[in-house]
Each structure stands twice: as structure tokens, then as C-alpha cells.
């Protein structure tokens, strides 16, 4: 699939649910790495959007203090932020929205792509892509509470067999999302193989809302193959940023 003439390029600024952002190239959210540093420096380097590390919506919901002290640190010079949530209950969920807009989030952003064992098994992460019924209402449940934009990082579906992005991408913007991200993998392929980034391109003509492609995107060429071949709205980089904000320049 190849991009229409109009395709903008990776330097002009979008928006996202009337958050401005200055380009189209976003720091994903590193489990374990993505702290206010680590954004900052990416922010500082160009990157349009930098997304917080995963934060449990029970932990908020319940007013963990080392969560509130840490994981919610936002520096001034890190606006726009995303703070990326992770959870399974609706309700939970909403409240730990309207915490995260407390602290100062500019977005808020939900966590469907995790593969790891201990989130899955939670029915959390990329575990929600097999109850699109429940990802309607999370969504619904947290954009209701907050005038701020609420996204979603997705997968491609639990496995070669499921693989519906394009179910959940349209339940999502259905449901309120202002956004989503798409990683270019199953649940299954966790970070193997490559990025199906045909995908990424269904999902775009499926939906009105911004998509941001991810996967397999280590160099300022690559970000500009993506943006041509599926059409998408932006390009978030991963792996490719480790110890390196530079890329982003």
C-alpha cells in the first residue's frame, strides 16, 4: 500500500483530540525505562510526543505512594505528555484518569499491547484485545471522566489467528479514543520477527482517528517508509530510542 500524495511529512505538526504536537515522531512507552528523564531528553532531541512507562490504574485508584512519587513525575518541559495506564476494570480505570489529568497529563494513553506473562495474566495489556466488549467500556469509562484526549497502544491482535486491529481499532474510535498506536505484532510474536506494516495501513482506512505506526522502525528512513507505505498519521519509535535520543533529531 502506498501513501497519497498528500501524505505529510515526519517534521509537521498534528494533533491529537486538539493536543498540538510539534511533529509526527513519538517515544513509545518503555516499560522500566520510559521515565521523566528519559522523556525529557527525547523531547529535548525532537521528539513530538513522549509517552510515560506503564502505570497501574489500581495503584492511582488506590493512591499508591511510591507510584504517585515516581512513575507520575512530570517535568514542565516534557508538555504534551502522555500518561499510559494499564488495567482491566472500567471503573478503576476512570478513576486512575482523572488522577493522571490531576498530575498534569496532557493525554492519557491505555496500555493494550503489553505481552509479558505477569500483565496478560492480569487480563490486562495485550490480553484486551480478546474482549473487544471490554475495551468499549474502558475507553467509554475514561473518556468520560476527563476532557483530556484518551488513546490506545494496540497489537495486532493475541496471535496469528486473531489478529483484529482493524475490529479493535474502529471499536476504539467508536468508544471515544482520540488515537491509536498500532505495534505491528501479535501478542504471540512479542518482538520477533518483522512488523506487518500492511496492517498499520488497513487500520488507517478503517478509521478517521490518528494512527501511529510502530514496529520495526530503527532510522529516519525507515519512519519515512512507514508514513509513505501505510498512510499513517505518525511514527512512534521503541527499542530504537534506547540510550539513544538522539535518533529523534
Known amino acids: ?5 498528500e501524505q505529510p511529512p515526519l517534521t509537521e505538526p498534528f494533533e491529537i483530540g486538539g493536543v498540538r504536537l510539534a511533529n509526527r515522531v513519538l517515544l513509545a512507552p518503555l516499560a522500566g525505562i520510559g521515565n521523566w528523564f528519559v522523556r525529557l531528553q527525547a523531547k529535548r532531541h525532537g ?11 489500581f495503584a492511582l485508584h ?12 512530570i517535568h514542565p518541559d516534557e508538555h504534551p ?3 499510559q495506564l494499564f488495567g482491566h476494570d472500567a471503573e478503576v480505570m476512570r478513576s486512575g484518569a482523572a488522577i493522571a489529568a490531576e498530575a498534569g497529563a496532557d493525554l492519557i494513553d491505555i496500555n493494550m499491547g503489553c505481552p509479558v506473562r505477569k500483565v496478560v495474566t492480569r487480563n490486562a495489556g495485550a490480553a484486551l484485545l480478546q474482549d473487544v466488549p471490554l475495551i468499549e467500556r474502558i475507553v467509554s469509562a475514561m473518556a468520560s471522566v476527563s476532557s483530556l484526549p484518551v488513546t490506545a497502544k494496540i497489537r495486532l491482535g493475541w496471535d496469528g489467528q486473531s489478529r483484529n486491529v482493524v475490529e479493535v481499532a474502529k471499536a476504539l ?9 498500532i505495534h505491528a505484532r501479535t501478542r ?6 518483522h512488523a506487518h506494516w500492511d496492517m498499520i495501513g488497513a ?3 478503517a478509521v478517521g482517528i490518528p494512527v501511529i505506526g510502530n514496529g520495526d522502525v530503527r532510522t529516519a528512513a525507515d519512519a519515512v517508509r512507514m508514513l509513505r507505505q501505510t498512510g499513517c498519521d505518525g511514527v512512534m519509535l521503541g527499542r530504537a530510542a534506547f540510550g539513544d535520543p538522539w535518533v529523534f533529531k
Open 1 to 5: 500500500m502506498s501513501a497519497t500524495p
Open 47 to 57: 521528539a513530538g510526543l513522549a509517552v510515560s512507562e506503564m502505570v497501574s490504574s
Open 62 to 73: 488506590y493512591r499508591n505512594e511510591r507510584t504517585l512519587r515516581d512513575l507520575m513525575r
Open 81 to 83: 505528555i502522555s500518561i
Open 173 to 181: 474510535e467508536g468508544a471515544g479514543a482520540k488515537a491509536v498506536a
Open 188 to 193: 504471540a510474536e512479542k518482538f520477533e520477527g
Open 203 to 205: 487500520a488507517k482506512q
